[in-house]
C-alpha cells in the first residue's frame, strides 16, 4: 500500500473493465471468505463506475441484503491493480487501473461512494429483487388475506369460543 491519497481516474481510457465484464465478486468488507453476491452490468457513466449488484442465498449474503435495504450499510469500496500513476505532491494520480471486487463496508476509503443509489430514487422497483424478497414481498399480502379468511370471531363472555370450548374460552378472559 501507498502512502498519500489515490485518486482514481473515471476516464474510459483509464478503467480496465476486462474483469468486471462478466461480474466482480461483491464481498463484505473485501474478505473473500465472505462473499454475499456479484456486481454485474459494471460499466463508465458520466465519468463514474456503476454497476448492479446481485446478492447471494447464503445466509451471510441475506445479511447483507437485508442491512442495504435498511439503509445500515451504505457504502462501497472497489479492490482495484494499479496500473498506471505518478505522484503528484503526496497525491498518488492513478492512471491506468483494474477493478477486481467490490465490498459493502461500513467505512470506506471514498465516503461519496455508496449503495442505494436507485434505492433511493425508486428506481429499485425496475430491477428484479433479491429471490428471496421478491417472495417475501408477495407473501405477507397472501398471509393477511389467508389469516382473514381463516378468522375466528374474538371469543365473548358467556359463550364458549366457536373452535376451542368453554375451558379455552374460560382460560382466556381469566386473569
Do not use: Y
Not at 34 to 44: I, K, P
Not at 155 to 171: I, L, M
Amino acid at each position: 500500500m501507498r502512502d498519500g491519497l489515490e485518486v482514481l481516474d473515471h476516464s474510459p481510457a483509464a478503467v480496465d473493465l476486462t474483469r468486471a465484464a462478466v461480474g466482480l465478486p461483491l464481498m463484505r468488507d473485501h474478505d473473500p471468505a465472505r462473499l454475499v453476491g456479484v456486481v454485474e452490468d459494471v460499466r463508465l457513466e458520466r465519468r463514474r463506475l456503476i454497476g448492479r449488484a446481485r446478492f447471494g442465498v447464503s445466509q451471510e449474503a441475506e445479511a447483507a441484503w437485508l442491512d442495504v435495504r435498511a439503509g445500515v450499510l451504505r457504502r462501497l469500496s472497489v479492490g482495484f491493480r494499479i496500473e498506471a500513476s505518478r505522484d503528484e505532491g503526496g497525491v498518488i494520480r492513478v492512471t491506468k487501473w483494474t477493478p477486481f471486487e467490490c465490498s459493502v463496508v461500513a467505512l470506506p476509503a471514498d465516503h461519496s461512494v455508496g449503495v442505494g443509489r436507485s434505492l433511493s430514487t425508486g428506481e429499485h422497483h425496475d430491477h428484479p429483487q433479491h429471490p428471496r424478497q421478491r417472495a417475501r414481498a408477495r407473501w405477507p399480502a397472501r398471509g393477511r388475506a389467508r389469516a382473514a379468511a381463516h378468522q375466528h370471531p374474538e371469543p365473548r363472555r358467556g359463550r364458549a369460543h366457536p373452535r376451542f370450548g368453554n375451558r379455552a374460552h374460560r382460560r382466556g378472559l381469566r386473569g
